[in-house]
């Protein structure tokens, strides 16, 4: 008897372009972000699902997008920023002031 997994998909909708970015290496012109789950993002980031949202209460990784009632979500692009100004050395108050900025141009954010 064939198993079934009851895990769900870690990364939203998985397009044609994500996939070409993942395999080739190449960032095609996505019309819509990239969202990935906080399982996934923990995965990403090597940082624990708690440690995550330990550090979104301080101010330097982006808060979650909410998806539904029950779903949420972070905007990858967010997660990679974070990622690549940890790898730069920035301390933490400039990724601070990184986290506000990423923040403020979510799309369909009044100003």
Do not use: C
């Not at 399982?39 to 699902?49: D, H």
């Not at 708690?50 to 692009?77: C, D, E, H, M």
């Not at 990622?83 to 301390?91: C, T």
């Amino acid at each position: 008897m064939a198993e079934i997994s009851s895990s769900r998909p870690l990364i939203s909708r998985p397009t044609e372009a994500a996939r070409l970015t993942y395999y080739s290496g190449i960032t095609p012109q996505i019309p819509h972000p990239l969202i990935v789950r906080p399982a996934e993002a923990a995965r990403l980031t090597g940082i624990p699902r708690s440690s995550l949202y330990w550090r979104i209460n301080q101010g330097t990784f982006p808060p979650v997008v909410k998806l539904g009632p029950r779903s949420s979500g972070f905007l990858l692009a967010e997660v990679q920023a974070v990622l690549e100004a940890h790898i730069a050395g920035w301390p933490l108050d400039r990724i601070q002031v990184l986290v506000r900025e990423l923040v403020s141009r979510r799309p369909g954010l009044a100003a």
